[in-house]
């Protein structure tokens, strides 16, 4: 069976959903073999093989953590040529974050092939794999596969279920040769998030957002509120956020984070065009707006017509009260 190398997104050890996702569609296509990289690398293994991966090829150096995405697409090449050098080597998967985009993308560059960014599911084809992406606001999706090389592919959070599925996760050190591109950039500062206790959004099943409508920084306590009832993540539009009433990092959209949760709950958010670029993949869409005319009802599951701070409270009430 053709292997498939996945990108290990962790924290220290700690594997992020994203990547156990990736190891579920992995296995539609092949058998997944997991690169992970950096501090706590190996201490993946566990969790890994517990979903899939019949191999973990682990490397540390302090170049993962003083230089940006350049030394670890030096391990990924590494790994795949390592790995399509002993046999067939079905596709490469990377989690569709910043990172993960960028190291896919200078990854395909150097390889050779064919990339395709921000899938929503992958399935098995007769000449390779093939991937669903959403446009135009989800008004259509598309199937692609790659015709040239091995398929690179970046795969958004939440477009597969996290399945356990046992497999022998035998940790193989790689061995990375770092070119000089490596020293290009360096990392001069890191300044952790104060933590929220809320999931982080790219990541989160549920997301609630709050836009203009919701009238300043302080009412954004309603939207914590129901966020919190369902352990969501709390996002905003551009406009609250430029209004300075919540932080950039938890802006949704074109210049801000793309989040595709099982459940979108939008209040106070008109839907505009840009805001939709990153929401649009959401599973189930629900909004509160006071105008039923609001573009943001052209793409709901669920739309309420009512003020959002009459309506936001009840629902989280009804949540709690279940
Ligand atoms: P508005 O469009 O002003 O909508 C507010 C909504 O709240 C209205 O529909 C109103 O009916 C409703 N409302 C008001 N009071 C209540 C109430 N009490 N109860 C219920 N409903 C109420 N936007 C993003 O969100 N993310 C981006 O990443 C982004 N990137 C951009 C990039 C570029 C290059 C550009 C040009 C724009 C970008 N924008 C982005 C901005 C985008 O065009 C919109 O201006 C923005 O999304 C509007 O935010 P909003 O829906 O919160 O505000």
């Known amino acids: 069976m053709a292997e498939v190398l996945v990108y290990v997104d962790h924290v ?28 706590g690398a190996e201490a993946t293994a566990a969790t890994l093989a517990e979903h899939g991966a019949v ?7 302090p170049e993962f953590a003083d230089y940006l995405v350049v030394p670890k697409v030096d391990a990924l090449q590494a790994a795949y040529e ?33 990339i395709i960014t921000d899938a929503v599911d992958l399935e098995a084809g007769d000449e390779g794999p093939v991937a669903t992406q959403s446009a135009f606001a989800a008004a259509f999706t598309t199937k692609s596969r790659v015709s040239k090389g091995t398929p690179v592919i970046t795969v958004k959070p939440n477009s597969a ?32 998030r104060e933590s929220t206790g809320r999931p982080e959004l790219t990541e989160a099943a549920i997301v609630v957002s709050g836009g203009r409508g919701v009238n300043g920084a302080e009412n ?39 989040v595709s949760p099982q459940l979108y709950i939008a209040s106070g958010i008109s839907g505009a065009i840009q805001h ?9 869409i629900v909004a509160v707006n006071k105008d039923p005319e609001a573009p943001i009802f052209d793409l709901v599951d669920y739309g309420v017509v009512g003020d959002l701070f009459e309506v936001v409270p009840q629902l989280t009430e009804e949540v709690k009260a279940r």
């Open 276 to 284: 939709r670029a990153g929401m649009q993949t959401s599973k189930t």
């Open 55 to 61: 191999k973990v090829l682990t490397a540390d150096a």
């Open 82 to 114: 390592a790995v399509s050098a002993g046999g067939s080597l079905a596709a490469v998967l990377v989690p569709s974050s910043a990172e993960g985009k960028e190291i896919a993308a200078r990854l395909a560059v150097r390889i050779g092939s064919g």
């Open 220 to 258: 954004f306590s309603v939207i914590e509120a129901l966020a919190d009832s369902l352990g969501a993540a709390v996002g905003a539009s551009r406009a609250a956020v430029d209004a300075g009433w919540y932080p950039h990092s938890n802006q949704v959209g074109q210049t801000g984070k793309s």
């Open 161 to 192: 279920p996290v399945e356990a599925a046992p497999a022998a996760g035998a940790v193989e050190a790689l061995n990375v040769t770092f070119g000089d591109k490596a020293t290009g950039t360096k990392v001069v500062s890191r300044t952790p």
């Open 12 to 39: 220290d050890g700690a594997v992020r959903k994203p990547t156990l996702e990736l190891l579920t569609l992995a296995r539609r296509i092949g058998e997944p073999v997991a690169v992970a990289l950096g501090s």
